[in-house]
Nanobody, 115 residues
Framework: QVQLVESGGGLVQPGGSLRLSCAASEGIFRLYTMGWYRQAPGKQRELVASITSGRSTNYVDSVKGRFTISRDSAKNTVYLQMNSLKPEDTAVYYC?????????WGQGTQVTVSS
């Protein structure tokens, strides 16, 4: 069973930065388009950023220019650099392939943006 382990979340003030990491237990994930998703309280999980195996990226409009997704295939790791954070970015952040593998969801990492 593949495992995805997210880390790097925390409490940060508005305008601050965080770097999230997602480590996959299976090397095969380097072949897939990977995404960072987030789920805020009372809301549905949404895809915020994606990266193909060829490192093409895409972002939801609300994070464009602030978030950067990247990957290190040798380490089976995907990153999300988040800058200029806003309170509305507060959520639990998850990674998974696109489309997501239902059994691969990890625990996520909590990001809280608050003064």
């Amino acid at each position: 069973q593949v495992q995805l382990v997210e880390s790097g979340g925390g409490l940060v003030q508005p305008g601050g930065s965080l770097r999230l990491s997602c480590a996959a237990s299976e090397g095969i994930f380097r072949l897939y388009t990977m995404g960072w998703y987030r789920q805020a309280p009372g809301k549905q999980r949404e895809l915020v950023a994606s990266i193909t195996s060829g490192r093409s990226t895409n972002y939801v409009d609300s994070v464009k220019g602030r978030f950067t997704i990247s990957r290190d295939s040798a380490k089976n790791t995907v990153y999300l650099q988040m800058n200029s954070l806003k309170p509305e970015d507060t959520a639990v952040y998850y990674c998974n392939k696109i489309p997501p593998r239902s059994g691969a969801w990890g625990q996520g990492t909590q990001v809280t943006v608050s003064s």
